[in-house]
């Protein structure tokens, strides 16, 4: 990282700037439990991406026959929870799967922190593209069976916030 302006100088050429995420989790949990009195089973699953993704120009002269900033976050998360619980008087099982994806995905044209602006010159075009195209894919079982009580649930909870956003500033 440098404070000074830095200057490319690519008239005739296309000046291309890309930057692409594509972390990717795949959990499976299991949980297994019996009992001739109390039978309890609670697999979990917790998965969470945070990235920022950023092709930027900062504080910096370019000139080039076209200029094209691309972002890409493509995370991906694959869960498994399952359980079962067996017991000949009581039984209870929980399988929970929590799953979160919150990337930054920036493609911008900016001033550096010392307040130098940046100079694009283009005798094309000038593309800024920022692109979420994540993805959870989660599944949650749960059996229970007992003898006299039998209680069983199964709850997913995924949530993408991805903030892909352009700028010229």
């Known amino acids: 990282r440098s404070t000074s302006p830095a200057t490319l100088d690519a008239t005739s050429q296309a000046v291309t700037l890309s930057a692409t995420d594509a972390s990717s989790i795949s959990s499976i949990g299991l949980g ?8 309890l089973s609670g697999p979990v699953g917790y998965n969470e991406i945070g990235n920022t993704i950023r092709a930027r120009i900062s504080g910096s002269e370019v000139g080039a026959g076209s200029v094209s900033l691309e972002a890409l976050s493509d995370a991906d998360i ?11 008087i009581a039984a209870a099982q929980l399988s929970l799967s929590v799953n979160s994806i919150g990337n930054t995905v920036d493609a911008s044209i900016v001033g550096n922190d010392d307040g130098i602006a940046s100079d694009i010159n283009s005798t094309g075009d000038v593309l ?42």
């Open 128 to 169: 800024l593209s920022a692109t979420d195209s994540s993805t959870t894919d989660s599944i949650a079982i749960g059996l229970s069976g007992g003898g006299a009580i039998g209680a069983g649930a199964a709850i997913s909870r995924n949530v993408i916030v991805n903030r892909p956003g352009t700028a010229i500033r």
């Open 78 to 88: 694959l869960s498994f929870v399952g359980g079962v619980s067996a017991s000949g």
């Open 32 to 39: 297994l439990a019996a009992s001739g009195g109390a039978a």
